[in-house]
């Protein structure tokens, strides 16, 4: 039996859009009881040259609501990238999963073979099928920035583990 496209977008990216928010939880948290100023695990990144945690969170969002609407042929709202706080991150992923969750399977399923255009950049122009895009480009992106945003959080010893990550499936 084949995987229809709603399957493997919607839940998915449910699933880990409401992990990374019991993940901010938990960095929230962390930051109260160790008086740790929230900014500086809101500003945190791996390396230097990588986007701190904030900018993660917002990013994974952004695939999120962007593969599901464009599979969905849908308009894709666009969210102001101006989360400064732990209570702002959660907000976000709030309308996101809001978003994602009226998405219905008929308006997802068929969309294996939709012409998506990205803009990557100025002009550069990328052209998916549906299914390409979903399984190879906007899953991979997403689970970067959410995989990113974990491991920030973790190395700046946020007591969070591998179920915290998986969240509920």
Not at 25 to 48: G, M
Not at 57 to 74: E, H, N, T, W, Y
Not at 96 to 110: K, V
Not at 140 to 152: R, W
């Amino acid at each position: 039996m084949a995987i229809s496209m709603y399957a493997a977008s919607v839940p998915v990216f449910r699933q880990m859009l409401n992990s990374l928010n019991d993940v901010l939880n938990k960095a929230d948290a962390h930051a109260s009881a160790k008086k740790i100023d929230p900014n500086a695990l809101l500003q945190a990144r791996l390396f230097p040259d990588m986007l701190p945690l904030a900018r993660q969170v917002q990013i994974a969002s952004d695939f999120a609501k962007g593969a599901c609407a464009r599979l969905a042929g849908m308009e894709i709202p666009s969210y102001e990238d101006k989360e400064q706080s732990f209570d702002e991150l959660r907000a976000r992923i709030a309308k996101t999963l809001a978003l994602i969750e009226g998405i219905t399977p008929a308006q997802i399923n068929g969309s294996e073979e939709r012409e998506v255009v990205i803009q990557q950049g100025t002009p550069r122009e990328r052209k998916f099928a549906g299914q390409t895009y979903l399984l190879h480009y906007a899953l991979p992106q997403f689970l970067f920035h959410v995989t990113t945003a974990y491991a920030i959080l973790r190395h700046n010893g946020v007591e969070i583990g591998k179920r915290d990550f998986m969240g509920s499936y």
